[in-house]
């Protein structure tokens, strides 16, 4: 497996992580304002190959689509006909938020840097790309 890309698709934000090139460790990469993710992509994927691209799907707890849904479904509308070649999963992102708070609150970020959106958008792109790629080796579903 090579590079995998996640977003957590926000309605102003989207967090954006990435993997090593042997597809095990996630990092944050980037926080873009929504009008800023294509550009970006296009840009990243002349440099990088990408074998997936993972979107967070927001889910409520009885499996079923959220409110959050109305502005995720066209951006994944729009990924899957820009960039036909990559494979493009939805991935159930429920709590990412709230793990990524309590991470940095864990990691004793300052309240003024737990504050900070951008980094809890891209912090949540990595924990939705940890979990796909943990479930991905251990075939665990999440």
Wanted: proline residues 6%; glycine residues 8%; charged residues 30%.
């Amino acid at each position: 497996m090579g590079r995998v890309l996640a977003l957590d698709i926000g309605q102003k934000r989207i967090g954006v992580a990435v993997t090593d090139p042997a597809g095990i460790i996630a990092t944050g990469l980037e926080t873009l304002g929504v009008d800023a993710l294509f550009p970006f992509l296009d840009a990243y994927l002349k440099e990088e190959k990408i074998d997936r691209i993972v979107v967070g799907w927001p889910v409520t707890m009885r499996n079923q689509p959220s409110d959050a849904i109305r502005y995720i479904q066209p951006v994944v509308k729009k990924l899957r006909a820009r960039y036909p070649g990559i494979p493009l999963e939805q991935f159930d992102e429920r709590f990412t938020s709230s793990l990524a708070h309590q991470a940095m609150l864990e990691g004793g970020l300052p309240r003024k840097k737990r504050q900070d959106k951008a980094l809890a958008d891209r912090l949540s792109a990595v924990i939705i790309l940890q979990s796909w790629l943990e479930k991905e080796k251990f075939g665990r579903k999440h």
